[in-house]
């Protein structure tokens, strides 16, 4: 099975560090998605959300505020200003990661419609997850 390896670094740390089967991401000109053998790039990020399709089909979701990212053939790196990863084991914890995440989406003034975006995915998540 083709994969890529994610990295998600923010200044305090590692987020996310995975091979997966896709990622989707909140590019500066636009949202794009990366499968392997993907053609080599660098790019900005913007607020919004990574959607990480993981090697079981199962799917994680990381918020940033903003970001640099480089794509390889067969590896992305992001270096996100600020990130949050959105999920738990039960439904008190991803409404804890769900309000972070919302928070951290708000604290920049970038861009009021990549922040609107961004916030109605994460509502559409918290409404499909179940426990």
Do not use: C, Y
Not at 32 to 45: D, E, I, K
Not at 102 to 126: C, G, Q, R, V
């Amino acid at each position: 099975m083709n994969t890529l390896k994610l990295e998600i670094v923010t200044p305090t740390g590692q987020i996310f560090a995975n091979d997966v089967k896709s990622v989707t991401l909140p590019g500066k000109e636009g949202e794009f998605g990366v499968l392997p053998n993907h053609a080599s790039l660098v790019t900005l990020l913007q607020a919004g959300v990574i959607d990480i399709e993981l090697k079981d089909g199962n799917h994680d979701v990381v918020a940033i505020n903003w970001g640099h990212v480089k794509v390889d053939e067969n590896s992305v790196t992001v270096l996100a200003d600020g990130a949050v990863s959105i999920g738990g084991a039960n439904e008190s914890e991803v409404a804890k990661s769900l309000e972070a995440a919302k928070a951290l989406l708000e604290s920049i003034s970038d861009s009021d419609i990549a922040i609107a975006i961004a916030t109605a995915k994460i509502e559409s998540i918290a409404k499909t997850r179940k426990f």
